[in-house]
T-cell receptor, first 109, second 111 residues
Framework: RKEVEQDPGPFNVPEGATVAFNCTYS??????FFWYRQDCRKEPKLLMS???SGNEDGRFTAQLNRASQYISLLIRDSKLSDSATYLC??????????FGGGTRLMVKP | SQTIHQWPATLVQPVGSPLSLECTVE??????LYWYRQAAGRGLQLLFY??????ISSEVPQNLSASRPQDRQFILSSKKLLLSDSGFYLC??????????FGPGTRLTVT
């Protein structure tokens, strides 16, 4: 079983739609959680951290369920520019990051 | 502010040839440095990390090696490339216990 699992997609949605991605992790001792965004042929960039209480940044909302070892990302009012691959990332001891395989989002006009 | 550079941006090399990829960080001291590889359509795989000059930890045994000759320089090398070494190589830096930030990457094709 992979340490961090994501549905690879692609998720094809129209502009303005709401879309949600899920991610599960296997290490119950994982300490921190993040979503990174990766555009085609570019490096990953931090989108947002994920806190147990849930957190929001504009159109993006992240949730963490430690009991179920489950992380989610919700994007409201999707824009064409949201098209990218979204990477679920877990930090374990020693500041090591483990990346999921990514979920590809394509927003269509 | 901190910036991270990688070169070359793209590279095409024949099987059996040597490899040297370079990563440098500006605007910070004593960063943690990382090399990742992303194969086509796959997730990021941590190859090496370093917490200081001359200190290298290997995560995956293979024909690659890493060196850190200076505080803000991290080099990925190979003596003989394999076809399976093709991929997108990403260098990242972090302050101790903080988030990792990635360089622009090197796209390597082994032919």
């Amino acid at each position: 079983r992979k340490e961090v699992e994501q549905d690879p997609g692609p998720f094809n949605v129209p502009e303005g739609a709401t879309v949600a991605f899920n991610c599960t992790y296997s290490n119950s001792a994982s300490q921190s959680f993040f979503w990174y965004r990766q555009d085609c042929r570019k490096e990953p960039k931090l989108l947002m951290s994920v806190y147990s209480s849930g957190n929001e940044d504009g159109r993006f909302t992240a949730q963490l369920n430690r009991a179920s070892q489950y992380i989610s990302l919700l994007i409201r009012d999707s824009k064409l520019s949201d098209s990218a691959t979204y990477l679920c990332v877990v930090r374990n001891a020693g500041n090591m990051l483990t990346f999921g395989g990514g979920t590809r989002l394509m927003v269509k006009p | 502010s901190q910036t991270i550079h990688q070169w070359p941006a793209t590279l095409v090399q024949p099987v059996g040839s040597p490899l040297s990829l370079e990563c440098t960080v500006e605007g910070t001291s004593n960063p943690n440095l990382y090399w990742y590889r992303q194969a086509a359509g796959r997730g990021l795989q941590l190859l090496f990390y370093s917490v200081g000059i001359g200190q290298i930890s290997s995560e995956v045994p293979q024909n690659l090696s890493a060196s850190r000759p200076q505080d803000r320089q991290f080099i990925l090398s190979s003596k003989k490339l394999l076809l399976s070494d093709s991929g997108f190589y990403l260098c990242a830096w972090s302050a101790a216990g903080a988030l990792q930030y990635f360089g622009p990457g090197t796209r390597l094709t082994v032919t």
